[in-house]
């Protein structure tokens, strides 16, 4: 309804009951940061973390290969491995890793752990073979490598007996290193 003409209008707003107030205005929130951010950072520590252990294992496997690989580069070497891992070891399967593939003459050898051990159950005792310098001589088939054997018993970390015996390998290069064929003891 609108008021007559020529008649004032009064500017005073009308009093409302409280029912019928208006609520007030609503806080608008803080801004939050974006998700994607929060993805790509952890996009990427997942990333290098991947990196980080491909890498490690990678070197672990090359390390693990180069320290568990037989060193047969030189004659020398074949037979102390060789010798470390028969008599001293006693791990045949470390062993058959330096000898040749066929016709492998290594009885004198064998025998010579044989009594070792038949030493050791018979008398109580630990056996300990030992050997000195390694002298390569070249041969028809390869080369030959000597050495002095040193047979050592001990009983309670007392020694009891020793002896010393000259023995010859002989050695030949196969296609993956040089490997020991033969061995014996020099009368």
């Not at 009951?17 to 997942?46: C, D, G, N, Y």
């Not at 050791?120 to 030959?144: M, N, Q």
Request: glycine share 8%.
């Amino acid at each position: 309804m609108q008021p007559p003409a020529g008649s004032q209008v009064s500017r005073v707003p009308a009093q409302r009951t409280p029912s019928e107030q208006l609520p007030p205005a609503p806080v608008t929130p803080e801004p939050q940061p974006p998700r994607r951010r929060v993805r790509t950072v952890l996009t990427v520590v997942a990333g290098v973390l991947a990196v980080l252990c491909l890498s490690g294992l990678i070197a672990g496997y090359v390390l693990y290969t180069r320290a568990a690989a037989p060193d047969r580069s030189a004659p020398d070497v074949v037979v102390d491995n060789y010798l470390r891992a028969f008599l001293v070891d006693r791990n045949d399967t470390r062993a058959n890793l330096f000898t040749c593939e066929r016709g492998a003459d290594l009885q004198a050898v064998q025998d010579l752990r044989v009594e070792t051990e038949q030493r050791e159950s018979r008398f109580g005792v630990t056996v300990r073979v030992g050997w000195g310098p390694l002298t390569r001589t070249p041969s028809s088939s390869g080369e030959s490598v000597g050495t002095t054997l040193t047979i050592a018993g001990s009983a309670d970390g007392v020694p009891r007996s020793s002896r010393r015996e000259d023995w010859t390998f002989s050695v030949v290069e196969e296609d993956d290193g040089w490997r020991v064929c033969g061995g014996s003891r020099i009368s």
